[in-house]
């Protein structure tokens, strides 16, 4: 498919466990994103990447958050020590453009929703 | 703060009703606006972007207008149907790359 692709789509861990979340954003897409989507609410801003530079990182809520784009491509997101509040779905979302621009849109993909037990 | 609200949170119409959902933004210089549909577990579908230096676009049923000078940008859906239910999400990019999100409104089209 030509869309932006999200593994896994369900995660359960225990609270402590470490996990790994994948994103294979679309195609000769420069820019990457995470966001971060608590139940009831709008997606919040995780981090950016340019090609495999991360670029901003303001949004990771603490430094059991961490974010990774080695090739440029396939991003992942790894929380370690998971707690309860890591509970939401995580977005992962591409765009052509680098930097900002009117007509850069962002393609999202169907995120993985993450239960902290 | 730059902050993005939609209000209401929830909407309930019968079928053939045209929708009208708002989203406000607390800065008149923005770059784009997104709306966009989410489905239950699911992830988000981009329905419109409208640039800073356009009013508004349309695709098919779907018309978003935008008004920056008074923060305030509007999705209309004509003649709905029960397929429309989903929540409708508003973001913008305000000063830099990131999207701004609005926390949604949820619509339920009742058959």
């Known amino acids: 498919g030509a869309g932006v692709s999200q593994s896994p789509r369900y995660k359960v861990a225990k609270r402590g466990q470490d996990v790994a979340l994948r994103c294979d954003p679309i195609?000769?897409?420069?820019?990457l994103f995470w966001y971060q989507q608590a139940l009831g609410q709008g997606p919040e801003f995780l981090t950016y990447?340019?090609?495999?530079?991360?670029?901003?990182k303001s949004g990771l809520p603490s430094d059991r958050f961490f974010a990774e784009r080695p090739e440029g491509s396939v991003s992942t997101l790894k929380i370690q020590r998971t707690q309860q509040e890591d509970s939401a779905v995580y977005l992962c979302?591409?765009?052509f453009g680098t930097g900002v621009a009117p007509s850069y849109e962002q393609y999202f993909g169907p995120g993985t929703r993450l239960t902290v037990t | 703060k730059q902050e993005v609200t939609q209000i209401p949170a929830a909407l309930s119409v019968p079928e053939g009703e045209n929708l009208v959902l708002n989203c406000s933004f607390t800065?008149?210089?923005?770059?784009?606006l997104q709306w966009f549909r989410q489905d239950p577990g699911k992830g988000l579908t981009s329905l419109l972007l409208i640039q800073s230096s356009q009013r508004e676009q349309t695709s098919g049923r779907l018309n978003a207008s935008l008004d920056k000078s008074s923060g305030r940008s509007t999705l209309y859906i004509a003649a709905s149907q029960p397929g429309d239910s989903a929540t409708y999400l508003c973001a913008v990019t305000f000063d830099d790359y990131k999207l701004s999100f609005g926390a949604g409104t949820t619509v339920t089209v009742r058959a």
């Open positions: 800065d008149s210089a923005i770059y784009n």
């Open positions: 979302a591409s765009s």
């Open positions: 195609s000769g897409h420069v820019s």
């Open positions: 990447f340019q090609n495999e530079a991360q670029l901003d």
